[in-house]
């Protein structure tokens, strides 16, 4: 379903001793449909790095991305860009603090144009553990896991074929990681997703996981398989 064909990304940085980072170096990778694959590196190995890239919010310094085989291009516009979602480490990011989760939650219908109702919003939110007490509420007032629960919904009303997951459970305890795991698994049983896992933890890429990229200095440098009968 995607691939990348010698993907790289340097960033520049500095005004007068311009300082370049190589964060990324020939990156091929393929994704399948409705597959799980890891992608295991430390921290700085350049991992938030491509998901920007497969997501189309950052643009390559060298390759290129296929989708179904077709070459993507930035901007990504249309059915491209509902797509391929991401689902960030720190949702506080995804989300505007002043706003309630309604507001927040019907975002991506406006600017997508697509209608709903009360009923599908209802729906989206109890996939991801939410009720309807929680809509007025404003995101200030919800808990780290409640919130990434709350970028989950929005993300999977876009109904994406890609969901790129940058260490989503890292920031949250023990208890909400359990539970954004399951809600993960139990959506892509229902609706047959393909994810990027991200994350530094072998143990959750193997949880869910059917192989795993593993990336060091922006190099992918092996790929491990999990059997999970
Ligand atoms: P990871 O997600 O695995 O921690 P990143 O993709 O965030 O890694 O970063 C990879 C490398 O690129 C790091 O050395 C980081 O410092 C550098 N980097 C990331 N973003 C930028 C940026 N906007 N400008 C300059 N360097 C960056
Ligand atoms: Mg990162």
Same mark, same amino acid.
């Given at each position: 379903?995607?691939?990348?064909?010698?993907?790289? *990304?340097? @960033?520049?940085? &500095?005004? !007068?001793?311009?300082?370049?980072?190589?964060?990324?170096?020939?990156?091929? !990778?393929?994704?399948?449909?409705?597959?799980?694959?890891?992608?295991? &590196?430390?921290?700085?190995?350049?991992?938030?790095? /491509?998901?920007?890239?497969?997501?189309?919010?950052?643009?390559?310094?060298?390759?290129?991305? #296929?989708?179904?085989?077709?070459?993507?291009?930035?901007?990504?516009?249309?059915a491209l860009?509902r797509s391929i979602?991401?689902? @960030?480490?720190?949702?506080?990011?995804? #989300?505007?603090?002043?706003?309630?989760? *309604?507001?927040?939650?019907?975002?991506? #219908?406006?600017?997508? *144009?697509?209608?709903?109702?009360?009923?599908?919003?209802?729906? /989206?939110?109890?996939?991801?553990?939410? @009720?309807?007490?929680?809509?007025?509420?404003? !995101?200030?007032?919800?808990?780290?896991?409640?919130?990434?629960?709350?970028?989950?919904?929005?993300?999977?009303?876009?109904?994406p074929e890609?969901?790129?997951?940058?260490?989503?459970?890292?920031?949250?305890?023990?208890?909400?990681?359990?539970?954004?795991?399951?809600?993960?698994?139990? $959506?892509?049983?229902?609706? &047959?997703?393909?994810?990027?896992?991200?994350?530094?933890?072998?143990?959750?890429?193997?949880?869910?996981?059917?192989?795993? $990229?593993?990336?060091? *200095?922006?190099? !992918?440098?092996?790929?491990?398989?999990?059997?999970?009968?």
């Amino acid at each position: 379903m995607l691939t990348t064909h010698n993907l790289s *990304k340097t @960033y520049s940085s &500095g005004m !007068l001793l311009r300082q370049s980072t190589h964060a990324l170096k020939d990156v091929n !990778l393929r994704i399948g449909r409705g597959e799980t694959v890891g992608l295991f &590196g430390e921290s700085g190995s350049g991992k938030t790095t /491509l998901a920007n890239l497969i997501a189309g919010a950052l643009e390559p310094t060298r390759g290129e991305i #296929f989708f179904h085989g077709q070459r993507v291009r930035m901007p990504y516009r249309g059915a491209l860009r509902r797509s391929i979602q991401m689902l @960030y480490q720190h949702p506080e990011t995804a #989300f505007d603090p002043c706003w309630s989760l *309604k507001k927040s939650i019907l975002e991506p #219908f406006r600017l997508h *144009k697509i209608p709903w109702t009360e009923a599908q919003i209802r729906e /989206l939110l109890g996939q991801v553990g939410l @009720y309807e007490e929680h809509l007025s509420r404003n !995101l200030r007032a919800l808990s780290g896991g409640e919130l990434q629960r709350a970028a989950l919904a929005r993300v999977m009303a876009m109904e994406p074929e890609l969901i790129l997951l940058d260490e989503p459970t890292s920031m949250l305890d023990s208890i909400s990681q359990a539970q954004v795991l399951s809600i993960l698994k139990r $959506y892509q049983q229902q609706h &047959g997703t393909a994810y990027l896992l991200i994350s530094h933890d072998k143990q959750v890429i193997r949880h869910l996981c059917d192989r795993c $990229y593993i990336l060091e *200095k922006g190099v !992918l440098t092996g790929e491990e398989r999990y059997n999970h009968e």
